[in-house]
């Protein structure tokens, strides 16, 4: 989230699209009611269901899965065409007024520079024309026709109304007052939320799902102000912290790049990684990127980390490809992987295609499974009939189960989708043989070095030379931990004047201090000041809040800095007046910035010095004009990649961009995608209240409140079909079959899309062989393998099935 679960309730309009909060996050979700409540705002929920958020909603319109960025598009145009934006806003913190390079263009679904055969794109075209001075060109009045906002008109004018009811089966009417009541936030005065999660996300163009709404919260002026933002609902408990803490292939903790094999030096890795001004005057963050990365290092590597050696840069692995979750299994599925370890993860049930994951499990030499319970994962050899078709002879996986505590029986700090880390203590201990997961991890390593240390082996420094300063080197603490991650001196630090500031072995008070000498050690810069010498802040329990929006900024601590709202300079004008005084998170006094929130700003940055707000980008504003994405600067729709309708309506005669035409998909994955003609149906996945994923079903009270699986379908298919609610159905996808019960319902819409009639088959996802819930077949056995362009997020929520009466 840019903002924060209590902030919700500062807002006058809340968006519920591409998710379900209702359900999906019971608690954070009283924020919308005390919206509703307090400021008296409306409640919008866009679904393909009429889910639990939709029930409580004041208005509600239909969707069909996967068609959202048409319906976002359009109402970009909307906005645009009635001028509902906030004019002064997008002149000051957006890169609208910003020239694109002439030979960019748009044509038959591609932007400029595509490689059919790489699926992928070359860049050149997607660039700001750059003056004489070093910097990007602008023209203020936004007349120039190759400025953003005028590429921006072109490109979303092809959205009109009709269009995007004909591709999303959201009714026209119901499309034009969702548009009316999002253009009313366009007053400086006025703001909306937007709450989303899977719904975006899990699409092969999940990524720009959520950008095209960045856009309009842009258009609209809502970025940085309170009851504005782009609001990620996450999912697991501590989802934010390993995102936060980047435990991907491609990431390194503070969302820093894993080096990549092209940059074999720390030089080389740093120049590359560390941007350069846009815009004259302006400051950007990413520019300590090295003093983040060296912190690292020697957190890292300790004292075996030093200039000479680049700080201990060759022993970090290079990138040699893609490490997502798909490519993981695909690696596994060609025989390329010898052993998984699987840590509170059980990829059976919740992994795309479930044959090609068991088939990927079956050729390994072994399986660790680090888990409380005993999994669908940890037991995918074994034969359950129709639920689990194996035959254990033909698999020699050997499985380890390491039996691991329950989050609830560690100590530690979650961190919520709003940003705030906040600590935690064990409720009890773990039962019998169970350890924590630092126990087992500690245990891993401090075993795996004796061996390296005693019989060598091949890279031994990655394990030899790291630092483990821990008292009990088998079990690191959390406080030990946190302690690191948040970061401190190694030597003194003295500021300009020579004074000692933070003194050898000190907690730093927060990522500023960090230096690219060696002289200061941080697990994580934007964690950085959550554990300072005040002690453990994410511990703190004060719930003041003297401004009453919520800004509790002694309640835990939010990353970075304990900022609560992302971008809050952008709620003033460019003189650094409030747009909203009656929602000031921030101002400018005159001498400095303050006011509600830690300002996302220099303090000292007088508004005349015009350091943009943006200060993440070289160009210091937000872009509408995003060259950073994989498959395009402007959003487009494009199908799912099995679509009901064998073609992309807005490009019926390129069969090439049908689908997202920057999207990776593997060899033997393309060619089980279904087809509209044999799977007439979108099916789309989703969760319960009363389960949580995989695991619930272990539990006989959630068993008793949701026992067993079922498939939801509207009472006209149900007819069509001659299914009654109660019957066993099978779904079939081009990927296998699942049975479970009907419930036949009013819920789901039906729509017209395209010209034609087009069904919706809900299914959830929580069900499987392990458990106390009737033994069901997983969900999973009918997605496909594809995931989104950017992040590679698979495309769970938009795929084809055929149904019948089992
Ligand atoms: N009780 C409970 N709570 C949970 C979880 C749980 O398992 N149980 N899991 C947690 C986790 S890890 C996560 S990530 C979150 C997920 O939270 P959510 O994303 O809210 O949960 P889902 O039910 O998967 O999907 C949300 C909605 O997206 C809709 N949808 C599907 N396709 C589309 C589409 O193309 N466009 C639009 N606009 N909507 C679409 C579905 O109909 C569904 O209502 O929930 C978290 N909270
Ligand atoms: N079709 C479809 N598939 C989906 C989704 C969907 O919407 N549709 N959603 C996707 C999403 S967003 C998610 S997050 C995944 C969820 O997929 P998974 O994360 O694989 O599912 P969980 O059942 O939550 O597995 C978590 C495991 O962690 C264990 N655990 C709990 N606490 C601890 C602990 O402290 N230590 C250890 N070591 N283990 C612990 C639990 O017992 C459980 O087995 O599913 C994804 N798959
Ligand atoms: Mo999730």
Redesign the pocket.
Known sequence: MTNHWVDIKNADLVLI?????A???ICGFKWVQEAKEGRKARLVV????F?RSAAVSDYYAP?R??S?IAFLSGLIHYLLEHDKIQHEYVKAHTNAPFLIDPAFGFENGLFTGYNAEKRNYDKASWRYQMGEDGFARVDPTLQDPNCVFQLMKKHFSRYNADVVSSITGTPKDAFLKVCEMVAECSASDRTMTILY????TQ?SVGSQNIRTMAMIQLLLGNMGMAGGGINA????AN?QGITDMCLFGDSLPGYMHSPTEDEATLDAFLTKRTPRMLRPGQMNYWSNYSKFFVSLMKAFYGPNATADNNFGYDWLPKMDGAYDVLALFERMHQGRMNGFVCQGFNPLASVSNKAKVSSALSKLKYLVVMDPLATDTSEFWKDYGELNKVDPTQIQTEVFRLPAALFAEHEGSFTNSGRVIQWHWKAADGPGETREDTAIMGELFTRLRTLYATEGGANPEPILKLHWPYRIPSHPSSQELAREISGYAISDLADASGTVTVKAGEQVAGFGVLRNDGSTACGNWLYSGMWSQAGNLTARRDNSDPSGLGQTLNWGYAWPANRRILYNRASCDASGKPWDPARTVIKWNGKAWGGNDVPDMRPNAAPEEGVGAFIMTGEGVARLFAPGMVEGPFPEHYEPFETPLGKNPMHPEQPAVTSNPAARVYKGDMEVFGKADEFPYVA?T????E???FWTKTSKINAILQPEHFIEISEELAGEKGIRKGDVVKVTSNRGYIKAVAVVTKRIPVLTVDGRKLHTVGIPIHFGFKGETKPGYITNTLTPVVGDANCQTPEY??FLVNIEKA
């Open positions: 699209m591409g998710g379900n909060a359900e999906a996050h866009v679904d393909p269901r889910t969707i899965a996967g959202d999660a899977l719904g975006w699409h609902l996450r999912g697991h989802v789309t989703y969760r319960l209240a389960h949580f994923h929520k938009a």
